[in-house]
């Protein structure tokens, strides 16, 4: 162990670290004084209560923890984290899956009430008392996640948001199929929520959108949204014709799956937010090239995923190519009419600024192809570039 006694270090990564066990932090807490503050250990599996309490105790001054995929942790390890780290400003608690353990969790009804952003995903509590109040009570939270939590119904988020909506900037209640939240439930944004540059709803398989529109309506509240994650497959065409219109300070819009989008919204959007950064359409298989040609032309994109618009052709890869300078990655998996020489026509004129990925499954292979020094089953770097090629 090479660390020697440091007081002044104020953060510490140790994200998946297999191997790291109860003996290598009480090394750490031993030769770290109490000035850290920022602590991520993402995804450090072998974290037991033991270590959390170790470092609770040593750390008191932390402001910022991530513990997402510690699963280890249960209840009485976090107690200790809320007890003696009463500064605490943004906990990362997604994956935690040993708080959903009967008896459920006393530790999340004890958040500090100083945190600003708070992450539960993945904590599949069915308790919906428990979620309720242990949210609705931290008033100072600017950013909260509660993707894929059973307790999260309507009746739960509009309690929620009733009591924290008007001071979130930040909300992502994305899902998975088994999601209860229906419009209903999304209607509680639009009633409390006033200050939102951040909406997260993909994978809610009941949501049509259509009580998010007074939200969307008010000019306020559309120009403060920068990112919004709508891909939920029922998404109404008068929903996005809203966004299109309304939303012109966008730099992050995800719809994929969405099936009302098509060139005419691409269209609009592209003339509308020209601020858009960020674009997910995957699977949105009405669009075409005029759609994608149109945001080349107006919008500045740094990543677009297309994979799985199967209608777009080569004029769509070049228009991105010669429109778009600042672009760093492109997914078109299985866009089946993208040809060779346009792949290859992206590559030759991005390098080294993309992050490329094709894909077609059962395409004849190209003899002529000139890309015989990328292996077909895995990413190559080039320069800062990472190239695959599965043609």
């Keep these: 162990m090479l660390l020697k006694k440091v007081d002044s270090v104020e953060e510490l990564a140790l994200t998946s670290c297999k191997r790291l066990d109860d003996s290598v932090i009480a090394v750490i807490c031993h030769h770290l004084g109490p000035s850290l503050k920022d602590l991520n250990l993402r995804d450090l599996y072998t974290l037991s209560n033991s270590s959390l309490i170790l470092l609770a105790n040593h750390f008191p001054n932390l402001i910022s923890l991530n513990l997402h995929g510690c699963s280890r942790i249960t209840d009485e390890g976090v107690n200790q984290i809320v007890r003696k780290c009463t500064s605490l400003r943004d906990l990362d608690l997604s994956y935690c899956t040993g708080l959903q353990s009967k008896p459920h969790s006393t530790s999340l009804t004890n958040l500090p009430v100083t945190l600003q952003q708070l992450s ?208 760093k990655e492109i997914y078109i998996s299985g866009c089946s009419k993208v040809t060779r020489p346009a792949v290859r026509y992206l590559v030759n004129a991005c390098i080294p600024r993309v992050n490329f990925e094709h894909r077609i499954p059962n395409a004849d292979p190209d003899p002529s192809s000139s890309f015989d020094d990328f292996n077909a089953a895995q990413p190559h770097p080039i320069a800062t570039t990472q190239y695959t090629d599965y043609i």
């Design 120 to 327: 539960l995903v993945g904590v599949m509590s069915d308790d919906t008392q428990l979620i309720t109040e242990a949210v609705k009570r931290l008033r100072a939270l600017k950013s909260l996640r509660l993707c894929g939590i059973p307790a999260v119904n309507d009746e739960s988020l509009n309690e929620m948001l009733c009591s924290i909506g008007p001071f979130l900037e930040k909300l992502d209640l994305s899902g998975g199929l088994m999601s209860p939240l229906t419009d209903d439930g999304i209607s509680a944004i639009s009633r409390h929520c006033t200050k939102l540059s951040f909406i997260g709803l993909s994978m809610l398989k009941q949501v049509t959108g259509t009580t998010l529109m007074p939200l969307l309506q008010d000019h306020r509240r559309a120009q403060m949204l920068k990112t919004l994650q709508l891909g939920c497959f029922k998404l109404e065409p008068d929903v996005l014709f809203i966004i299109s219109t309304q939303c012109s300070a966008l730099e992050d819009l995800q719809l994929s799956g969405v099936q009302a989008v098509n060139d005419e919204f691409l269209i609009t959007v592209a003339k509308c937010c020209l601020s858009l950064k960020y674009l997910s359409i995957k699977a949105c298989r009405e669009v075409t090239d005029a759609g994608i040609c149109a945001l080349a032309q107006y919008c500045l994109l740094e990543c677009i995923v297309l994979s799985g618009v199967s209608n777009i052709t080569d004029k769509s890869v070049y228009a991105l190519a010669n429109g778009c300078p600042y672009l």
